[in-house]
Each structure stands twice: as C-alpha cells, then as structure tokens.
C-alpha cells in the first residue's frame, strides 16, 4: 500500500502497527504480522535513528512509539490513518486487539 513511499514491507508493517496501538515492542509486531524479529528491530532501529521513532525501556523491554518531536509527525500519521482504513477488516481487528492483562498460570489461551 505505502511501501512505495516508506521503502520496504518490514518499514510499512511496523509503521502500520504503531499508527493502530501507539507505540509497541519488536517481538509483539513481528507475532502480529507474522515477520522476524530481526527484521523488525532492524527497522525500529533505522526509523529510531532517523529521529522518526523513539524508545524507552520498561523493565528490560525496549518498547518504541513515534517522536512527538518529529517535525512531519503530523503529516505521517495522518498517511497511515488513511492507509489503516484500506486495510481489510479482520487485518485491522487483529492489529487493534490489545490483550495486556496478566493470565494465570497454566490457563489455556
């Protein structure tokens, strides 16, 4: 869809992923597009050096969201809220779907 203009479907896919939940950790995208995670982190690490991402730790996970500081911050999440609504509905379910509580030992998923 925008791969074209982001350059790769690794770049596109992680772009996607944080204009749908915020911010979000290489291991969560790569299950949640099926991708590995080295690809992923490779593209968080690019995006974060080109000042479009940024990244905290919390505890010993790297979570990363956008840059409130980016100066065309507006201008791409606006392009990724309009290629989220071309995306087909079980895509988007599935991106949106934030399951954070803790489960209980052994309990079946």
Do not use: H
Not at 18 to 37: F, T
Not at 49 to 56: A, E, I, P, Q, T
């Amino acid at each position: 869809m925008i791969e074209a203009i982001v350059g790769s479907e690794g770049a596109e896919r992680v772009l996607l992923f944080l204009a749908a939940r915020g911010s979000g950790y290489p291991r969560e995208i790569a299950n949640s597009w099926s991708m590995d995670v080295s690809t992923v982190q490779n593209q968080l690490l690019r995006m974060e050096r080109d000042g479009l991402l940024v990244s905290r730790k919390v505890g010993r996970t790297r979570v990363f969201e956008f840059n409130p500081r980016y100066v065309f911050k507006d201008e791409v999440k606006a392009l990724l809220a309009k290629a989220l609504k071309q995306l087909p509905s079980e895509v988007l379910e599935q991106l949106t779907l934030l399951r954070t509580r803790p489960r209980r030992t052994g309990k079946p998923l």
